[in-house]
């Protein structure tokens, strides 16, 4: 199974609402990533966790809060966003940090604000 | 700093035409080079990858891809195109630690019946 799964498909939000991004595999991999890509350009990568633990942070502002319960599930936790940030949100997971790994995407969030 | 260049925003071919997809990377060290394909809307598909080796990589859906030292480029090919080959193409660059990939631009592929 190469399968990343994400929640929900699209979702529109208002600036004041809190919403989550729910990114999920079941490959045994132990790095888990989330990357925005905006209309008509590549993904740009947000954060890296690495056994559970965030170990990249790439001057994501705040209103993004990201989350790694446990191996297979990684959270994208959302509050007072801009519209802005309107973008499609790509979860992706590989083997650890430590070796390169090809990643494995998901099909993405369409994340509208209004 | 790693970055990737990919010199064609769009590319149109005829179906049943060769195509390749140029790449051009910019790494100090050992490069780990990718193809990802999105169609509309979706997820990146792995294509192929590069890591070390036999510089000509096979890949899913009859694409393959050369890896080129002296010329810093890794370009993407297909002998005969399919029309549901139409999609964006990315070339990716990763370094050893943390894994993180760097994409490029991305190329649009038109097919033409």
């Known amino acids: 199974d190469t399968e990343v799964t994400q929640t929900p498909k699209h979702l529109v939000m208002g600036m004041t609402n809190k919403k989550s991004l729910k990114c999920e595999q079941h490959?045994?991999?132990?790095?888990m990533y989330w990357y925005k890509q905006e209309a008509k350009k590549p993904p740009e990568l947000m954060f890296v966790?690495?056994?559970?633990?965030?170990?990249i942070n790439e001057s994501v502002p705040s209103r993004f809060s990201p989350e790694c319960p446990n191996s297979s599930l990684l959270n994208l936790h959302l509050h007072a966003l801009q519209p802005e940030d309107s973008a499609l949100y790509l979860c992706a997971s590989s083997q650890p940090i430590r070796s390169i790994y090809e990643q494995y995407f998901g099909p993405g969030t369409r994340l509208t604000v209004t | 700093a790693q970055s990737v260049t990919q010199p064609d925003i769009h590319i149109t071919v005829s179906e049943g035409a060769s195509l390749e997809l140029r790449c051009n990377y910019s790494?100090?060290?050992?490069?780990?080079l990718f193809w990802y394909v999105q169609s509309p809307g979706q997820g990146l598909q792995l294509l192929l990858k590069?890591?070390?080796?036999?510089?000509l990589v096979q890949g899913i859906k009859g694409f393959e891809a050369e890896f080129k030292r002296s010329q810093s480029s890794f370009n993407l090919r297909k002998p005969s195109v399919h029309w549901s080959d139409a999609a964006e193409y990315f070339c990716?660059?990763?370094?050893?630690?943390?894994?993180?990939?760097?994409f490029g631009a991305g190329t649009i592929l038109r097919v033409k019946s």
């Open positions: 990716a660059v990763g370094s050893e630690y943390g894994n993180k990939l760097v």
């Open positions: 590069y890591f070390s080796g036999d510089t």
């Open positions: 790494y100090g060290a050992t490069p780990y």
């Open positions: 490959m045994g991999h132990r790095a």
């Open positions: 966790y690495s056994y559970e633990k965030l170990s």
